[in-house]
């Protein structure tokens, strides 16, 4: 049974920072390209950032403007979202996701899992 099981969320001032954690379990996680989605109340869930399987490739959302960074760790099945210069407007809950395949992607449904979200809050 695939698991991914998302950590690292909390309430912020703005202007801080967050690191985000998502552990995998039950699939070959070297094999799977990963993504981060967010979504705020009454909003789309949108895309944040993906990593490649081997994480040579990343890919970010527009918004992103060099505050978040994707990594992962695959001796620990682990993918990672450093967000930084957090805004009131980064409020929302953060997915992990996971696809069978090599390279991320920005679309929601070529993603295979999910975890059940972790709440980033960011004060004004």
């Known amino acids: 049974q695939v698991q991914l099981v998302e950590s690292g969320g909390g309430l912020v001032q703005a202007g801080g920072s967050l690191r985000l954690s998502c552990a995998a379990s039950?699939?070959?996680?070297?094999?799977?390209?990963m993504g981060w989605f967010r979504q705020a109340p009454g909003k789309e869930r949108e895309f944040v950032a993906a990593?490649?399987?081997?994480?040579?490739?990343?890919q970010y959302a527009d918004f992103w403007k060099g505050r978040f960074a994707i990594s992962r760790d695959n001796a620990k099945n682990t993918v990672f979202l450093q967000m930084n210069t957090l805004k009131p407007a980064d409020t929302a809950v953060y997915y992990c996701?996971?696809?069978?395949?090599?390279?991320?992607?920005?679309?929601?449904?070529?993603?295979?899992?999910w975890g059940q979200g972790t709440q980033v809050t960011v004060s004004a």
């Open positions: 996701a996971a696809a069978n395949r090599k390279f991320g992607s920005r679309i929601r449904n070529q993603y295979d899992y």
């Open positions: 039950g699939l070959t996680f070297s094999a799977y390209a």
């Open positions: 990593i490649s399987y081997n994480g040579g490739d990343l």
